[in-house]
């Protein structure tokens, strides 16, 4: 691979993701919207997903696509269906168009899964979520999946470390969302991200969705506790027990293994 560009890159995972893939000596091009601060060596291209016309200058001649872009953080589900599957619609699309031999990978969620799971859910599942970020990511994933590409999808955890705040998030979110404190959730650390994306790069997970997730899931009160916040916990029963956890058990066989593999070994090594 000598090109590639990354959507998402100022975002929670993309700022993150970046600077390794340039570590890793990969050319990279980033789609912004507007002047923004970026690794050295990283090129912005400026271009907006929901703009068909501003795409073909940001793919062209480029060996890979990395998807990250996308919108939940809003009350606005218009929006969030117009930038999740409108604007896959647009880049896969372009990609098709003006990089057909570029391999496209897309960043999903375990959202999509069905809360109310016997089991950690594994890829083959069927997948009907009513809330407008799962469900608009589910029509990208399809989108994708019924393009001429070579693609792979990622259905990514709750993802945290490299001082993001998302595990000091935990007592908000629980709080706004009412999450029992023993409910647990997969999780991975961004040098994990960028694991599997760079196995996803090299061709491992082509034509595949695969659930990426560390060895060990997280309770909201532990999450809390290694966020800086503690929580009360509770004795009250527990529903869906198993609503955000993902089997990874594919992900290991296509040769998948993170490499901070618990969250407790990534505060011990102070990577949280």
Not at 60 to 70: G, I, M, N, P, S
Not at 136 to 151: D, P, Q
Not at 219 to 234: D, H, K, N, R, W
């Amino acid at each position: 691979m000598t090109s590639l560009l990354l959507t998402g890159a100022t975002g929670l995972v993309g700022s993150r993701l970046l600077p390794r893939l340039v570590d890793a000596g990969v050319t990279c091009r980033a789609l912004v919207r507007q002047d923004v601060a970026l690794p050295d060596g990283v090129r912005a291209v400026h271009g907006d997903l929901s703009d068909p016309s501003s795409l073909a200058a940001a793919v062209e001649d480029v060996d890979a696509v990395v998807h990250l872009a996308a919108l939940f953080r809003t009350e606005d589900e218009d929006a969030i269906w117009r930038a999740n599957r409108d604007g896959t619609r647009n880049l896969v699309s372009a990609v098709e168009a003006d990089a057909p031999g570029a391999r496209f990978v897309m960043a999903s969620t375990g959202n999509v899964y069905d809360h109310g799971a016997a089991r950690p859910s594994r890829e083959t599942d069927p997948c009907a979520p009513t809330q407008a970020y799962p469900a608009s990511k589910v029509a990208a994933e399809e989108l994708l999946r019924g393009s001429a590409l070579t693609w792979s999808i990622l259905r990514l955890p709750f993802v945290y470390g490299d001082g993001d705040g998302h595990l000091a998030s935990m007592p908000t979110l629980a709080g706004r969302f009412g999450l029992h404190p023993a409910h647990s959730y997969s999780v991975a650390h961004h040098r994990d991200v960028a694991v599997a994306v760079e196995l996803a790069l090299a061709g491992r997970f082509d034509g595949r969705i695969v659930n990426i997730a560390d060895d060990a899931p997280l309770t909201v009160l532990q999450m809390a506790e290694l966020g800086g916040t503690p929580i009360e916990g509770s004795a009250e029963p527990l529903e869906s027990p198993w609503a955000g956890r993902m089997d990874v058990t594919l992900a290991h066989e296509l040769g998948f293994r993170p490499t901070v593999p618990t969250a407790y070994a990534a505060a011990r090594d102070g990577l949280l």
